[in-house]
Nanobody
């Protein structure tokens, strides 16, 4: 019964940093072999995996977003966070946190999803 909940501002100004927090309940973000991801969906477009932080604390990022993305965690709060810098209106999207256990290479499914939160980038 792992549950994930996104939180953070729904409006961010261009050039600023988008910051979101995912609060996890029902399971620990340090559970062996689990990975904790951020995924977004711009209006009218498909899902885009942004990056993840592993149970060990190692991070992984989409090549297209790596230069602007930072994922971190606070194990004492069982939370992990997303920071996306230098945002533009093209970063407007529903942002999801999600989690998965270890998989075979090429399997991109997630075991658990948050409900998502809309972040609008606008001046």
């Amino acid at each position: 019964q792992v549950q994930l909940q996104e939180s953070g501002p729904g409006l961010v100004k261009p050039s600023q940093t988008l910051s979101l927090t995912c609060t996890v309940s029902g399971g620990s973000i340090t559970t062996n072999y689990y990975y904790w991801s951020w995924i977004r969906q711009p209006p009218g477009k498909g899902l885009e995996w942004m990056g993840a932080i592993a149970y060990s604390g190692s991070t992984y990022y989409s090549p297209s977003l790596k230069s602007r993305t930072s994922i971190s965690r606070d194990t004492s709060k069982n939370q992990f966070t997303l920071q996306l810098s230098s945002v533009t209106p093209e970063d407007t999207a529903v942002y999801y946190c999600a989690s998965r256990g270890a998989r075979q290479a090429g399997d991109y499914s997630m075991d658990y999803w948050g409900k998502g939160t809309l972040v609008t980038v606008s001046s």
